[in-house]
């Protein structure tokens, strides 16, 4: 085994490391014959010097490796296995939606989420203000889920890539997340322990992503298509506008409900609409269920006006251990925050720009979110009726209606939402929030 120093100073110099050099040094991080220190070091030389094609590829199946993955065979499924890998944002609910709108369709959908980091919500902490929803099943359990409903949203187990579970602690507090190798890796190492056979990664770019530039998020989403398709993932890339929070809710049982809304058609969101059927159609169309994206999003839109979808989510909560019949009663089931008040805008206008950071951690001072991994979250609060760009607001038109523990802290969103909002005399028109595609080789 080379020594991890060896591998740190060659990576420091600007050396390419073969396959054999970056196994050694992630089985040293499994095993912990590799420190924090040293850690730390691999991942600022990767963050400062980059890794090629060949590199990420060899990182990311160490990752695997690290740890078990799911053997899917015994099952017998009758269809692909497929998932969606969203890089965070604000108001972005869609794995709720596409997952049982994708089974419906034929697949199965074995999602493995994770918790809000920063301003951006966490799929898991939604779906955790749903009663009784075990978020952390054991692997059976969730197997068993995936094969029956055709779909399960789950966090991440302990078992699965426990090297990457490792590395990102120390690249949190290292200043080291940014890296594009690392971060790679990170995403793919999850997904190809989860046994998948096609996978569409949805990077955000604007003001409320991790990427905020364009630039960024094509590098990104350029990576993780290359890698995966070269580690035998069949991935597709979708790049999305994240300007403006994506649906009309930001926080947690508020984001279930509008997740319910939508599979039931009583509102769906027109930019959360485009995004979901965006990403459905790319992996309906991946996998073979549909010829085509075309062929893809019409089948998304039957499983959406037959009730299908909606059947499927229902099936899967109750698999879960939450209530039965969720999706009929979710309005009287789903924690609500004892104080809603409007958000107004000091002039009446047409919205022209959001600085939706600012909304996310709007969201994460009520209580929505997490300063710190330690923090509770309440389930209740958050954001609902979110003015979109180009919307028209004003006495009767508010910015948001914020749902809050008190008053007090009710009024202190008002304040952010106030300063986050920019409203002008002329409207602007909304734009596509599905920027580019990106599939195939670096």
Request: aromatic letters at 4%; one cysteine or more; proline letters at 5%.
């Amino acid at each position: 085994m080379i020594l991890p120093q060896e591998i740190i100073r060659a990576k420091r110099d600007g050396g390419a490391l073969s396959a054999g050099e970056i196994g050694d040094f992630i089985a040293g991080l499994t095993s912990g014959a590799v420190t924090d220190g040293q850690a730390a070091a691999f991942a600022m030389a990767v963050c400062f010097r980059g890794m090629s094609l060949d590199e990420r590829v060899a990182l990311t199946r160490a990752m695997t490796r690290s740890g078990s993955s799911l053997d899917w065979r015994d099952s017998n499924l009758a269809g692909p296995i497929l998932d969606k890998h969203s890089t965070g944002g604000v108001g972005d609910n869609v794995s709720l939606m596409l997952a049982p709108m994708l089974a419906a369709c034929g697949a199965y959908v074995p999602m493995i989420s994770g918790r809000g980091l920063g301003h951006t919500g966490g799929t898991l902490d939604k779906l955790d203000s749903i009663p009784g929803y075990a978020s952390q099943p054991d692997l059976d359990l969730f197997k068993r889920v995936v094969k029956e409903t055709g779909c399960a949203i789950i966090g991440q187990t302990a078992d699965l890539a426990p090297a990457d579970r490792r590395l990102y602690a120390i690249r949190d507090v290292t200043a080291t997340v940014e890296s594009v190798a690392l971060i790679t890796a990170s995403i793919l190492s999850k997904k190809l322990a989860a046994g998948l056979q096609g996978l569409v990664m949805d990077v955000k770019s604007g003001s409320g992503a991790f990427m905020a530039t364009l630039e960024g998020a094509r590098e990104l989403a350029a990576s993780i298509a290359a890698v995966a398709n070269d580690a035998g993932l069949p991935t597709v890339s979708l790049i999305t506008d994240m300007n403006e929070p994506l649906a009309s809710a930001a926080g947690n049982a508020v984001e279930v409900m509008n997740a319910v809304d939508y599979l039931t058609g009583a509102r769906r969101d027109r930019r959360l609409d485009r995004v979901t059927m965006a990403l459905g159609a790319e992996l309906l169309a991946l996998s073979g269920l549909a010829h085509d994206v075309d062929a893809g999003a019409a089948a998304l839109k039957r499983a959406l006006e037959t009730g299908a979808a909606a059947e499927r989510f229902d099936r899967m909560v109750r698999a879960l251990g939450g209530p039965k019949d969720f999706v009929s009663r979710a309005h009287e089931l789903l924690p609500r925050a004892p104080a809603l008040m409007e958000a107004k805008p000091e002039r009446p206008g047409f919205v022209v720009e959001i600085d939706v950071r600012s909304i996310g951690l709007a969201v994460v001072e009520l209580g929505g979110g997490r300063a710190r991994a330690a923090d509770s979250i309440d389930p209740a609060v958050g954001l609902t009726e979110l003015a979109a760009i180009g919307a028209e607001v004003g006495p009767g038109a508010p910015l948001a209606r914020v749902h809050a523990r008190n008053p007090d802290e009710a009024e202190a969103a008002i304040r952010g939402l106030r300063a986050a909002y920019r409203v002008d005399e002329a409207p602007l028109s909304p734009a596509d929030p599905v920027i580019e595609r990106i599939g195939g080789a670096l």
